[in-house]
């Protein structure tokens, strides 16, 4: 069975940090681009970050920019999100997806993982 399972979520202050990860299980990591989307209550759900497959490329939104960085390990399965200096504002459902290219554009992409909640509140 062909799945996305993300972990690492929780409650953080303002300020701090965490690392998710997503684990690909039933099919090769290396064929795929992996996204990261959130979605916070009441709200659209909002591309993160993507990385291509050989991880030469990625591609951030301007609201993480220099505070989240995406990394993969092909030989492990699984792209990691390292989320510093959260603020309130990042708190939602993350989600990784799989897709052929590193874009964010939730339209486009081949398997999402059911998500892992986020909250960054003092």
């Known amino acids: 069975q062909l799945q996305l399972v993300e972990s690492g979520g929780g409650l953080v202050q303002p300020g701090g940090s965490l690392r998710l990860s997503c684990v690909a299980s039933?099919?090769?990591?290396?064929?795929?681009?992996i996204a990261w989307f959130r979605q916070a209550p009441g709200k659209e759900r909002e591309g993160v970050t993507c990385?291509?497959?050989?991880?030469?490329?990625?591609v951030s939104a301007n609201s993480v920019k220099g505070r989240f960085t995406i990394s993969r390990v092909n030989a492990k399965n699984t792209v990691y999100l390292q989320m510093n200096s959260l603020r309130p504002e990042d708190t939602a459902v993350y989600y990784c997806?799989?897709?052929?290219?590193?874009?964010?554009?939730?339209?486009?992409?081949?398997?999402w993982g059911k998500g892992t909640l986020v909250t960054v509140s003092s």
């Open positions: 997806a799989a897709s052929t290219n590193c874009i964010l554009n939730g339209n486009t992409m081949n398997y």
């Open positions: 990385i291509s497959r050989t991880g030469t490329t990625t």
């Open positions: 039933g099919f090769i990591l290396d064929y795929y681009a």
